[in-house]
C-alpha cells in the first residue's frame, strides 16, 4: 500500500487560508468517506482534526474543514493562526481493514 | 478523558525483540478496537496494525512490513494493550503510539516510546 500523496509544504499570513489536498486511489480514498486529517507539533502526538471526510471532533475550531471529490482529499484552514503552523497528515481506510497515511504537509505561517 | 500511555521502548540489537505496552483508562477498553502507528526520525506516520475488540473477533491485521515479525494482543482485565515485535530491523527505529480506532477514525493517542534498532 502506498503512501497518499501530499505537497511537502504550505504557507500563509495570519488570517489567511490555506489547503492541504491528500491524493489518493479508488483503493483508498475514493473508494471510503472515512478520511481522517491530524495535526503534529514538533516532539508531540498527532492530535485528531477532521473525521470521517468533514466532521470536526468537539474542541477543534471550524477554521479546520474537510472535503473530498474523487481520489483527492483536502484540508482548509482559514483564518491562519501562529498556533496551526505544524505537520499535517490524512489517513484512509484502504480496505482489508488496513489503513494508509499521507505523506504530510508542513504548514507555515508567515 | 482518556489516556493512553505507552511504555517498552529501548534499544535493541537487529534481530532482537521488544514488548510495548499502552495501558488505557477513561474509556470502556474492551469494547475498544485499538492500533499502533509508527513514525521513524524525521519521518512521517506509518500505520503498523490493529486489533478488534474481543465481541467482535479479536484478530489483528498488520501492515505488510512488519506482517509476519509483529503480533498484537490486549489483556482486557487490565486496560493494557500489548505490541510484541521480534527480528527487528534497523528500519524498524521509530517512535510508536498506540491509538484508539473508530469509524476509521484515529480518534485518541498516546504520547509515543522510542524504539531504537541498532548495534
Known amino acids: 500500500q502506498s503512501a497518499l500523496t501530499q505537497p511537502p509544504s504550505a504557507s500563509g499570513s495570519p488570517g489567511q487560508s490555506v489547503t492541504i489536498s491528500c491524493t489518493g486511489t479508488s483503493s483508498d480514498v475514493g473508494g471510503y468517506n472515512y478520511v481522517s486529517w491530524y495535526q503534529q507539533h514538533p516532539g508531540k502526538a498527532p492530535k485528531l482534526m477532521i473525521y470521517?471526510?468533514?466532521k470536526r471532533p468537539s474542541g477543534v475550531p471550524d477554521r479546520f474543514s474537510g472535503s473530498k471529490s474523487g481520489n483527492t482529499a483536502s484540508l482548509t484552514v482559514s483564518g491562519l493562526q501562529a498556533e496551526d503552523e505544524a505537520d499535517y497528515y490524512c489517513?484512509?481506510?484502504?480496505?482489508?481493514?488496513?489503513?494508509?497515511f499521507g505523506t504530510g504537509t508542513k504548514v507555515t505561517v508567515l | 478523558e482518556v489516556q493512553l500511555v505507552e511504555s517498552g521502548g529501548g534499544l535493541v540489537k537487529p534481530g532482537g525483540s521488544l514488548r510495548l505496552s499502552c495501558a488505557a483508562s477513561?474509556?470502556?477498553?474492551?469494547?475498544?478496537?485499538m492500533t499502533w502507528v509508527r513514525q521513524a526520525p524525521g519521518k512521517g506516520l506509518e500505520w503498523v496494525g490493529r486489533i478488534k475488540s474481543k465481541t467482535d473477533g479479536g484478530t489483528a491485521d498488520f501492515a505488510a512490513p512488519v506482517k509476519g515479525r509483529f503480533t498484537i494482543s490486549r489483556d482486557d482485565s487490565k486496560n493494557t494493550l500489548h505490541l510484541q515485535m521480534n527480528s527487528l530491523k534497523t528500519e524498524d527505529t521509530a517512535v510508536y503510539y498506540c491509538?484508539?480506532?473508530?469509524?476509521?477514525?484515529?480518534?485518541?493517542w498516546g504520547q509515543g516510546t522510542l524504539v531504537t534498532v541498532s548495534s
Open positions: 477513561g474509556l470502556t477498553f474492551s469494547n475498544a478496537w
Open positions: 470521517e471526510v468533514s
Open positions: 489517513c484512509s481506510f484502504a480496505g482489508s481493514l488496513n489503513y494508509v
Open positions: 491509538t484508539t480506532l473508530g469509524t476509521g477514525t484515529l480518534r485518541y
